[in-house]
């Protein structure tokens, strides 16, 4: 049984090699019925949370994401936010690994936004804006280095230091990273525009975008959160991780569906549906695409049993 930490994961996920594991992953497909979610008492200001997602692909792996929330943590200087992934043999039950859980989402997270952007984005796009300063920018960055020939990236946040600390990290790479006070103006310049933040208020303003850029929303997981206003919806050709998670679970998606700007049948495709082809991503040059996650249990699954087995490579080659 192998225990995979964060710092192992950062070994042995490349993300060339996980976009294209994830894009086999969608084309098959999975069980992942949802798991249940438990209010947990703590006694302190706020109840805490935990949530079990599982999948499986018959006769291969099983994998259970076992996932905390204690939003007391802030409080302690703690993450509100831990889990751990399991994975397991599909033919005998074994449990073959225990996986950094958080850093696992942020490596899924982040190549399922490039696997999306292979199919919507301009494929000679060169500029990306990131919006956010968390831990998965540098990674979306990373990612999206993958599948794009990136030239130029800007980092926009609140927090302009921590906008620069995200820049100073890619000094010496094959792209220029600079940080950006101007939200507006580098949404203008922009061929990619990525939101990964915690915002309830949208970020980014539909008026603002040019032709022919793509969006990606990453940030808003609950009804509450927003990162893009109606213009922003209205004017983009919409596709989603997968139909059920990201239209009703993701404010972006869910408000304008609850208040008729949006039906159902105004997203596009989901990832299942654009990696096996049963439906096109962009249409013309033009065209403003958008691609909202919200995170799928076939990434997990699918990221996992890549983590493992470049695990058991390395351990073959000492």
Known sequence: MHLITAGELRTVLHYRMLIERLRQAFRAGCSAPPGPRYVIPTYGTHDAALALNPAWQTGRRIGVSVATT??????????????????????????????????????????????????????????????????????????????????????????????????????????????????????????????????????LQGAWLMPGTHVDLVGSLTPEMREADDDVIRRSRLFVDSRDGACWQAGDLAHPLATGLLTPDDVAADLFELTRGDRGGRRYYDQITLFKSAGVAVEDLAAAELAVEMVVHNETLR
Not at 71 to 80: F, G, I, W, Y
Not at 94 to 103: P, T, W
């Open 70 to 203: 204690f939003p007391d943590n802030l409080k302690r200087h703690l993450p509100a936010d831990h889990a751990s992934y399991l994975l397991h043999d599909g033919t005998t039950g074994v449990l073959q690994a225990v996986l950094d859980g958080r850093a696992l989402t942020t490596y899924r997270t982040a190549a399922a936004s490039a696997l999306a952007a292979s199919y919507v984005a301009r494929p000679d796009a060169e500029r990306l804006l990131m919006v956010g300063t968390g831990a998965l920018v540098p990674h979306l960055i990373e990612a999206y280095a993958v599948v794009l020939p990136l030239r130029e990236v800007l980092v926009w946040g609140r927090d302009r230091t921590k906008a620069e600390k995200i820049a100073a990290r890619f000094r010496r790479g094959a792209f220029r990273v600079t940080a950006t006070t101007d939200l507006k103006g580098a949404v203008a310049g922009a061929h990619v525009v990525s939101c990964a933040t915690a915002a309830t208020e949208p970020v």
